[in-house]
């Protein structure tokens, strides 16, 4: 008897811990640097570039002939950086820029105007962000 509460608590510790470590590892409190594939009006795909959060992402977004791997959706919001480095409608850039993932999208800005073109053969795994432009790296 005295046996199974131990597996029991054994269990149940378990069950919590592994909880907390899925948490941290889907919303990353840091800045994440990522790269811009593809992006029409506010909608874009993003490849992480730091192998620390690759599983966040997706692998077999197709561009061009070209796959990638470590990829999601998300929506910018109507701020964009000032230094030009994501502007969807400039065409990809390849210069890396950081966002922070958040858990919700943020209240969106009813001034905010935008068409509602998405990026074709997006990857189904959406991701909300924030641009980030001071890191601690």
Do not use: W
């Not at 730091?50 to 990638?68: M, Q, R, S």
């Not at 109507?78 to 858990?103: H, W």
Request: charged share 20%; aromatic share 10%.
């Amino acid at each position: 008897m005295k046996k199974s509460y131990s597996v029991l608590l054994m269990a149940f510790c378990l069950a919590f811990l592994s909880a907390c470590e899925k948490n941290e590892e889907t919303h990353p409190e840091g800045c994440v640097q990522v790269r811009l594939l593809d992006a029409i009006c506010r909608s874009a795909v993003l490849q992480i570039t730091d192998p620390a959060y690759y599983h966040l992402g997706v692998n077999g977004y197709v561009k061009d002939g070209v796959t990638y791997d470590h990829v999601f959706t998300t929506i910018f919001p109507c701020t964009l950086p000032s230094d030009n480095s994501a502007r969807p409608n400039m065409g990809v850039a390849d210069k890396p820029f950081y966002i922070q993932i958040l858990e919700q999208p943020e209240a969106s800005d009813p001034n905010c105007v935008s068409c509602m073109a998405v990026v074709a053969n997006a990857p189904n795994k959406t991701i909300p962000v924030k641009f980030s432009e001071k890191c601690n790296y």
